[in-house]
């Protein structure tokens, strides 16, 4: 409940932003402004719904697989989806060289659950189903479109603040002042996009283990992929460095990341069993300045910390 209160928060916050940038550059401009800012907002909201699937198609090289290519994914993916309450998404295979998942679409009924190959090789299909539950929750709550909308109020910044400090005009002293407050606006609702995807990954790992997944197999499959990426020549993780918003982690922060998770995976298994995941809850989990600040511009949660937190679900 207290990470939806801060999503609703955040969302309010965000459009509070908006909306004060718009006023000001309707005071100093006029009412045609704020029109064309309302309508630009519109646009470039729309447009991105619209065309954002192909585009994520393209980038990741996706082959949507029938039920005969694949049976068992689809059987966890209609399983989860079923148990979430929703139409059950197309399933594709994403030509990407590393090990992970995501989800994506317009509404619940367009809902696509991709996966790698590499991902389906790594982890157990208990850890698998746990993953797939992770993004059947980002469809179920409409995530998708949350972050897009989002992810447009920066663009809308920028451009303000482009073509308000580079105006020319009587009122050049006011519209400079607006475009410096736009462009410090711009770099705060960056920052706060990247706190609002990191609280929907917080949230989707909730709603995995509330449909039925075990929090050590959502925990002991992060470990790998993880592991995983942290395997991938950097050459290709670069590749993936505009993806990684919609993966279940972060593949350029996975060496550092190993680092600190390999304290909890105490026999070396290369999994997190009950017990150990038992053990981390009992601890009070450190965290460096710099890993701090790594988190602070990410798109997804310290993964020492997010482990922690499937610790001290029952």
Known sequence: MWL???????LGLMFAIVYAVIAAVAGSMGISSFAFYGILASGMIMVQYLIGPKMVEWSMGIRYVSESEYPSLHRMVAEMAQKANIPKPRIG??????????????WKSDGRVCVTEQILRLLSPDELKAVIGHEIA???????????????IPMIMWYIAWSTMFSGGRDRGNAVLIGIFAFLMYM???????YASRIREYYADERSIQLGNSPH????????????????????????EGLKAFFVNDPSRAINELRELSQIDKDRSGTIDQQ????????KVKVSTSDKFMELMSTHPNMLKRIHRLSKIR
Do not use: C, W
Not at 4 to 10: E, P, S, V
Not at 138 to 152: E, G, M, N, Q
């Open 217 to 240: 197999a959502l925990a002991s499959a992060l470990y790998k992929l993880v592991s995983g990426s942290a395997r991938v020549p950097k050459e290709e993780l670069k590749h993936t």
């Open 276 to 283: 150990e995941l038992m053990m981390l809850s009992s601890k």
């Open 4 to 10: 939806q209160i801060r999503l609703y928060l955040l």
């Open 188 to 194: 705060v609702t960056n920052l706060l996009v990247l």
């Open 138 to 152: 980002h469809l179920k709550h409409r995530d998708v479109a949350v972050i897009t909308t989002l992810s447009v």
């Open 93 to 106: 295979i994403a030509n990407v060289p590393i090990p992970n998942a995501f989800a994506f679409g317009r």
